[in-house]
């Protein structure tokens, strides 16, 4: 008999020899099947499949390969025609990737797996209770209402068939809502009794349908008389003499970003499409490579290991690693049903980790397990969760992270977006939609600074085309058919001529760079918060962010935590991003942190949208002052200075800001429960100065320190208060220039180049007297034909002004993209 064996033993001769049980039927049943005991007042014995990827860490090609054969056989026994109509549908928790893989087998259904989680929003189609379970009532939880409506066949899918009770509830309560003419029962093995087998027959017959069994092999199971009373006293009294797993030393924790496609399922609960498994198919390649860079390359034994119902998307992703790694690959998934474990050979479950659930479930806190870990030798495991299940609890001590590092000496984990659907008529709360946002993308998946400078808690839309000419983003902008963030402008790699501009300024303004931030991060810590969290307004922020990161490291040894986020002109700050930072930090401690202020306008959108999300989420805490490098417009009182100079950062787009877009917000592109978006241009990589400016600027840290000491001294002691001069210049320029429209006013350098680099520039104001501050200024103008005029009393060093009026046949700008 072909039988699953650990040293030549059957892994169900422990239970069998001491209990009686014993399998009869084929001969391929006991290499499919082991046995353990469980505390369980309605069935003490547990079928430990070897080839699901539950209790056993099997090859993930075997368990996959097992689900998709039986897909195959079912496509064979309804043919193309019904194939195409029918539904699958999988039993919570064991087996949902076991139903993801029948349906990937079937090729032409979609799939749906019951849950025990209960989601805000989304209505219930259908329940039902498994009767010989631990946890036993299963939700049904399509997005679509009418997945389940139809007449064609219904194929339910489960691991086991023992007594045929969960198959008879389920066909009996959706049959009275959502009647058809067939059923397909699939599953790992048949191992009801004749009685049990003649019941489901005579309930088919009851209700008028057909009903098709599919397994892989099929038998009975052998319970002497008194079975329950006797394993349920062998599991106390070895429960008593169980010893927990003797830890190694304690493994390294890191995380690894999928990048998981925007708005692709996490799995089955709510349905899964035919176009949604090949939007993973596409996926899977490159979220592997990011797996494998992250395995140590001498390992030689690694588990990918899922999350109770979240089994398929880990499954497939073990699966494309093993084709990608030269270390043996494994994979199993922590359960909610506890199990003995006893450290025999001839007992499936050798050991058992035991943690605390970390998902928030509805039934309240327990312990959650990973059998067959420990001790196992695994050199890494990749612990694959949801991001509703990424909470304290899985990090704290005792926590599984920590479990398994304390038996294998890496230990990685990978978030996926738990994917929630738009509630039709249930608002969701704050901290709902807090726990549905992934984790901030960081470098290199998501632009070229380091992963540790930055986190941004955007969505990556680099497959979107984004960009227009920008002449027509101008007349779209003016003419109110568009706004300036639903479109990127076209990014440019810079002439030789200007990047030498660039070096210029960086070269000439690096001390004086380095002193403001010093001088800024050093109010922040003495004012704000000793531990801040950095929150920088992308794009333009982040680099300034990252620099006052690396001063709190340098100064004070500090490691700060620094976020982007996007905020948009007349639209507000991402209120998702402030409920993923109001979710992992102290409000607080969060200090907004931007590049420089012009007239202040984001000054204003800042406080107006904090004060609208208190209201909206009940969320207090953020401070709306903002700090930043240079305050030209008196607009903040947390600054490292006033003076309106070139800061080099100004001079570029994506390439000094880590190759990343501007922010985007169109609905098309943005849901209720999405951060921002954003693109990464990795294809302008050959011109990225990102890092080299940031290190230019750093280098000067130890030249400025005792300047900054002083500066900052006299700075406490002034008074700071906003005078908003630079408001009132731009009230009055926009009022004797004709233009009766602030919004097209850009004051100070950093916006000057950003309406020569972006917009459709008519005029630039220069104060008489600017000097190399204004270099790259007069450059970009030359090359777009804008006239530069002096102006002898301006607070600002310079002025942008945008054409008003737009069209594409306005005089006063050429309407050429920048070569720059």
Request: net charge negative.
């Given at each position: 008999m072909n039988k699953a064996v650990n040293n030549g033993v059957w892994s169900g001769t422990w239970v069998a020899e001491r209990l009686g049980v014993g399998l009869t039927g084929d001969d391929t049943l006991t290499g499919l099947l082991g046995l353990a005991l469980r505390r369980n007042p309605k069935r003490a014995h547990l079928l430990v499949s070897n080839v699901l990827g539950k209790h056993v860490p099997q090859s993930p090609g075997v368990v996959y390969g097992h689900g998709f054969a039986l897909g195959r056989r079912v496509r064979e026994l309804l043919g193309d025609e019904e194939a195409a109509a029918a539904v699958v549908l999988g039993y919570a928790e064991t087996a949902t990737g076991l139903g993801h893989a029948v349906a990937d087998g079937l090729g032409l259904a979609p799939y749906l797996h019951s849950t025990r989680r209960p989601v805000a929003g989304v209505a219930p189609a259908g329940g039902f209770e498994e009767s010989h379970s631990h946890a036993t009532s299963h939700l049904l939880l399509p997005e679509d209402p009418a997945l389940l409506v139809g007449d064609g066949p219904l194929v339910l899918v489960d691991d086991e068939f023992s007594t045929g009770n969960t198959v008879l509830n389920t066909i009996r309560d959706l049959h009275e809502r959502y009647p058809r003419k067939r059923y397909v029962v699939v599953a790992l093995v048949d191992m009801r009794s004749p009685a049990d087998a003649g019941r489901l027959e005579g309930f088919a017959r009851e209700i008028g349908a057909r009903v098709d069994l599919v397994a892989a092999a099929s038998g009975t199971v052998r319970l002497p008389e008194g079975v329950l009373e006797k394993g349920q006293e062998l599991v106390a009294r070895y429960e008593s003499r169980e010893t927990p797993a003797q830890p190694a030393d304690t493994g390294r924790i890191a995380r690894v970003e999928l990048r998981w496609p925007r708005g692709l399922p996490d799995g089955g609960r709510h349905g899964f499409t035919p176009a949604h498994r090949a939007r993973l198919e596409s996926a899977l390649p490159a979220m592997a490579a990011r797996v494998a860079e992250t395995i140590p390359g001498a390992a030689r034994r690694v588990l990918v290991l899922g999350f109770e119902e979240l089994m398929y998307a880990p499954l497939r992703l073990a699966r494309e690693l093993e084709q990608v790694v030269p270390a043996e690959v494994r994979f199993s998934t922590t359960t909610r049903s506890p199990v003995l474990a006893v450290d025999d050979p001839g007992y499936a479950i050798r050991s058992r980790l035991v943690f605390p659930a970390h998902d928030d479930p509805a039934d309240g806190p327990g312990e959650r397990y990973a059998y067959n870990v420990a001790g196992a030798g695994f050199d890494a495991v990749v612990a694959v969760v949801d991001s509703a299940a990424d909470t304290p609890e899985l990090h704290a001590p005792g926590g599984l992270l920590a479990q398994l590092a304390?038996?294998?000496?890496?230990?990685?984990?990978?978030?996926?977006?738990?994917?929630?659907?738009?509630?039709?008529?249930?608002?969701?709360?704050?901290?709902?939609?807090?726990?549905?946002?992934?984790?901030?993308?960081?470098?290199?998946?998501?632009?070229?600074y380091p992963p540790d400078e930055v986190g941004w808690l955007l969505q990556d839309l680099s497959d979107v085309t984004l960009e227009a000419p920008t002449e027509e983003r101008e007349e779209a902008i003016q003419s109110g058919g568009a706004h300036y963030a639903e479109s990127l402008p076209v990014e440019y790699q810079p002439s030789e001529q200007y990047q030498e501009v660039f070096r210029e300024a960086l070269d000439a303004s690096a001390e004086r760079l380095a002193q403001a931030v010093g001088v800024v991060t050093e109010t922040v810590i003495a004012e704000r918060s000793p531990r801040p969290v950095l929150v920088s307004l992308a794009r333009a922020g982040t680099p300034v962010g990252v620099l006052m990161r690396r001063w709190a490291q340098y100064r004070h040894g500090l490691d700060l935590p620094h976020y982007a986020v996007s905020i948009v002109r007349g639209r507000g700050i991402d209120a998702n991003a402030l409920r993923w930072l109001a979710a992992h930090h102290d409000p607080r401690d969060v200090v907004f942190v931007d590049g420089w202020t012009g007239k202040g306008a984001i000054t204003r959108e800042l406080a107006d949208a904090l004060k609208e999300f208190e209201e909206s989420d009940g969320i207090t805490g953020f401070d709306p002052e903002i700090a930043v490098l240079a305050d030209p417009g008196s607009c903040v009182r947390t600054y490292g200075t006033r003076e309106d100079f070139l800061i080099p950062s100004a001079c570029l787009n994506s390439t000094v800001s880590g190759l990343i877009s501007r922010t985007v917000l169109r609905s098309d592109l943005v849901g209720t429960n999405d951060f921002h978006g954003a693109k990464f241009y990795r294809e302008l990589a050959g011109a990225d100065v990102s890092v080299a400016f940031l290190d230019a600027v750093s280098a000067r840290f130890p030249e400025v320190a005792d300047a900054v000491g002083t500066a900052v001294k006299e700075l406490l002691a002034a008074d700071r208060s906003p005078t908003w001069e630079g408001w009132a210049a731009v009230e009055r320029i926009s009022e004797e220039y004709g233009i009766h429209d602030v919004n097209l006013v850009k004051p100070g350098v950093g916006e000057t180049t950003r309406v020569l680099l972006r917009r459709v520039p008519w005029k630039i104001l220069a104060r008489a007297g600017a000097g190399a501050d204004l270099t790259h200024v007069r450059l970009l103008a030359e090359q777009r034909g804008v006239p530069v005029e002096e102006v002898g009393e301006l607070p600002y060093t310079c002025v942008g002004l945008i054409h008003p009026r737009y069209t594409r046949g306005a005089t006063g700008a050429d309407g050429k993209a920048v070569t720059v």
């Open positions: 304390a038996h294998a000496p890496h230990v990685l984990l990978a978030v996926v977006p738990s994917y929630v659907p738009e509630p039709l008529y249930v608002a969701v709360s704050s901290d709902e939609r807090s726990a549905m946002l992934p984790e901030p993308l960081r470098g290199p998946a998501f632009s070229s």
